[in-house]
């Protein structure tokens, strides 16, 4: 028998909760088709069963016909795009996460500061590409420790560093150490530009994987919360998966395996959560237990033009 520990808090957080319900009452208000400029959030399962629904994902504006009501996902879209469905006459509907929109602002109060900018995140993340095209500044994109040795920058005296929602706290803490290192009078927020739901996932994965033998987790490959829900575990020494549903699991990763944790990123659907619970039972017996964790009661408000769709 296999006991599954089920990880507290885990799977949507609120900006992926209010990113679906956008484009779900954009549906209901104006009717299909609604475009969605890039995936609105980073899971396979959520994108094809909107796309069953009405919903057309499209990964340039000019894909869009003119007028088209238009979505933009919750990873947030550079300045040039918000231009560009302005000169397209597209009625556009913003999903972006208010904390991204909230990174956002910090670098432009930055950047109005006349400082460059280091934004630590992921090169060609949708999220990264919009957050350097929403800072009117220079914008030098630093992913590791060893980046920060190579940073040619213009004045060591005036310069501002942000981070990606979606990073590992500790190696985040490494690099912004490197950085202060390196330029003693940088400003910053620190690692809290790193959202709650990450921050809280990420802790609960840390502790669940000290009392488990395996863990797993369910979330798309191109999401980045969820990489680095698996990275946790690996880096605590447990074999660790991230799968994207119960089709992935295979028996053999179970033998000897008495303890499983079980989590998902803040993309993925809590249905694929229990669909895994199913494929797990199809391999063994089981029993579900769930770990003492934080409850997340955040909410965001509806752009205006929603706010009364039911
Ligand atoms: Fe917003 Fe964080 Fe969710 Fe990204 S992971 S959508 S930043 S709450």
Excluded at 176 to 202: E, H, M, S, W
Excluded at 225 to 238: A, H, M, P, T
Excluded at 259 to 276: D, F, I, K, W
Excluded at 283 to 301: K, L, P, S, W
Aim: aromatic fraction near 4%; proline fraction near 4%; charge should be negative.
């Amino acid at each position: 028998m296999i006991t599954v520990v089920l990880a507290q808090p885990r799977g949507f957080c609120a900006g992926v909760e209010r990113a679906i319900e956008i484009v779900e009452r954009a549906l209901r208000k104006y009717g299909p088709p609604i475009y969605v400029r890039h995936e609105i959030v980073h899971n396979r399962h959520v994108v094809e069963d909107l796309r069953k629904r009405g919903a057309i994902f499209v990964d340039e504006l000019d894909e869009i016909p003119r007028g088209a009501i238009t979505v933009f996902s919750a990873h947030g879209v550079a300045k040039r795009v918000e231009e560009a469905a302005a000169e397209r006459g597209l009625p556009v509907i913003n999903a972006t996460c208010p904390l991204v929109a909230k990174v956002h602002n910090e670098g432009r109060r930055y950047a109005a500061q006349n400082r460059e900018i280091v934004l630590v995140g992921h090169a060609g993340h949708a999220e990264v590409e919009g957050t350097i095209g929403q800072v009117p500044a220079k914008v030098h994109l630093v992913q590791t420790v060893e980046d920060v040795a190579t940073l040619e920058v213009a004045d060591p005296d005036k310069l501002a560093y942000i981070t990606q929602t979606t990073l590992s706290v500790d190696d985040t803490r490494g690099i912004i150490q490197a950085l202060k290192d390196r330029f003693p009078n940088i400003v910053g927020p620190d690692v809290r530009d790193i959202c709650y739901a990450t921050q809280n996932r990420q802790q609960a994965v840390r502790d669940l994987a000290h009392t488990v033998d395996l863990l797993l987790v369910v979330g798309s490959r191109n999401s980045s919360n969820s990489n680095r829900l698996r990275e946790i575990g690996q880096e605590l020494g447990k074999p660790s998966y991230l799968i994207d549903d119960a089709h992935a699991l295979e028996a053999a990763w179970f033998e000897g395996i008495r303890t499983v944790g079980l989590t998902a990123g803040a993309s993925a659907p809590e249905t694929l959560v229990q669909g895994v619970l199913d494929g797990l039972r199809r391999i063994d017996t089981i029993e579900v237990t769930a770990q003492d964790g934080v409850a997340e009661d955040v909410r965001f408000r509806f752009p205006a033009e929603l706010a009364d769709v039911e």
